[in-house]
């Protein structure tokens, strides 16, 4: 589970660091730090489960990032920002969905509250574009070959990783607990997950003596407990089942982590001959970790005859191929992926970086527009490197600089940043006006004047 890290500091220090799904070294973060997963169904299954939460509790959904941290502690933690990251811990630990939409609506109460708005506006608009900026990986480098980034991830630094674990007060808690309560009500969701993961925290805290993240950040008072415990009786939609698909989705996103994070106990736990879908699923990607690439190929074709429509399928085979050398396959596979699920920036990333992987020059320009589409919502550095050697490959020096440049841009190094941008519209063609555009717009925004600006 390799990291290639770069220690960038702007307004918040972050380590923005990429993981690759499954190779073969690892860096661990500093001291205080813990790396966010990036996985594109897990991060939509997130945002499926939030989406009547924004709606009970009026936050536009667009305004919302949803993470995995990847710590075995039992935690969750909101910014300023709208971003909510949410523990491996609390993924593999949870019983049901509801589980974790208790904890989304309670997240969602702080924003909601304002418990955050003590952070500043830099740091909010620091946090939110880097955490995509290093989350989806710089995972071309060489140590890695590999262009994917189904799972990737960076290290909060430890001014977000620890002082954004917000010591809220009890009364804060008791307040967010309320809020959670009725955006769950008006969405329609069982109040019992919540109780359940409190009560949970509890038990653990009681054995483990300080407990979880959680439990000590948000502690949970006597009149907190009657509070959810009333609400559990009250609610009409305590008991209420979840859908089975989502609750089989949930599973198998469950038994993915699982077998990513611990695969060598996945493996000695779960044998090959288990017909679970949501089993086999995880040996996938337990054995792609462990290196046994053929064995992983078998599993995730079996599935792929059960699930021929499965897109998450798909890009775990483009993975495994990807990492074997095999680019030309692994394009099929992520094409596949994207076609089955257009609405993944992550499928895209990696979709387009197993393009470049071909050095095909039309393979290329179909990665570029990949690439484009990726950058119409997110900021992404790892986007911006894939765009530099594409365009580095065909010639357009100040299209490649530009990019370079807004790489750098969302690294925070605002010097470098600016001399790539003056470089870029010196380089860029008379004709190409939204290029010297951009380049110019750089160097307004670092404060500095454009080149047309200072001939004189």
């Not at 919302?64 to 933690?77: P, R, T």
């Not at 493996?267 to 053929?294: C, E, T, V, W």
């Not at 690439?371 to 992404?380: T, W």
Request: net charge negative.
């Amino acid at each position: 589970m390799p990291k290639l890290c770069s220690v960038v500091r702007v307004v918040v220090l972050v380590v923005a660091c990429g993981v690759a799904f499954g190779a073969t070294l690892f860096v661990a973060p500093e001291a205080g730090a813990q790396a966010i997963l990036r996985d594109a169904e897990t991060e939509l299954f997130l945002q499926e489960i939030s989406a009547p939460l924004y709606k009970a509790s009026r936050i536009q959904a667009d305004r919302v990032q949803l993470y995995v941290e990847d710590s075995d502690a039992i935690n969750a933690f909101a910014t300023a920002s709208h971003l909510i990251v949410l523990s491996a811990g609390l993924m593999e630990t949870a019983t049901d969905p509801t589980d974790l939409q208790g904890v989304l609506a309670h997240e969602i109460g702080h924003i909601v509250a304002g418990h955050h708005v003590a952070a500043s506006q830099a740091r909010s608009q620091a946090e939110r574009r880097y955490l995509w900026a290093a989350a989806a990986g710089l995972v071309l480098a060489g140590v890695t070959q590999d262009a994917s980034a189904a799972i990737a991830g960076t290290s909060l630094g430890q001014e977000v990783a620890v002082k954004g674990y917000l010591a809220h007060s009890r009364a804060n808690e008791q307040a967010a607990d309320q809020a959670a309560l009725s955006f769950l009500r008006r969405a329609m969701v069982s109040p019992e997950g919540l109780l359940r993961v409190n009560q949970r925290l509890k038990e653990r805290g009681e054995l483990l003596g300080e407990g979880d993240i959680y439990w000590r950040t948000h502690p949970l008072s006597s009149e907190r407990v009657t509070l959810l415990r009333n609400e559990v009786q009250s609610s009409p939609y305590t008991g209420r089942q979840t859908a089975p698909e989502l609750a089989e989705q949930f599973r198998r996103i469950q038994k993915k982590l699982i077998g990513f994070r611990h695969y060598k106990e996945f493996l000695q736990q779960h044998g090959a001959d288990n017909p679970d879908i949501a089993i086999r699923y995880g040996r996938a990607l337990a054995l792609m970790r462990d290196n046994r690439f053929a064995a992983a190929l078998e599993v995730i074709s079996g599935l792929l005859e059960q699930e021929p429509e499965n897109p998450y399928f798909h890009e775990v085979r483009g993975q495994v191929l990807h990492m074997t050398g095999n680019a030309a396959e692994a394009v099929e596979a992520y094409a596949e992926s994207v076609r089955l699920q257009p609405d993944a920036p992550l499928l895209r990333l990696a979709w387009a970086g197993s393009l470049l992987a071909t050095q095909d020059e039309q393979n290329d320009t179909l990665a570029l527009r990949q690439l484009r589409i990726v950058q119409e919502s997110e900021d992404s550095a790892h986007a911006w490197r894939l765009t530099q050697l594409a365009y580095a490959r065909s010639g357009r020096e100040g299209r490649a600089l530009l990019a370079q440049s807004e790489r750098s841009l969302l690294e925070g190094r605002k010097a470098e940043a600016a001399a790539l941008a003056r470089r870029a519209y010196e380089a860029l063609p008379e004709d190409d006006g939204p290029g010297k555009f951009r380049a110019s717009d750089i160097l307004n925004l670092l404060g500095e004047a454009p080149p047309e600006d200072s001939k004189d």
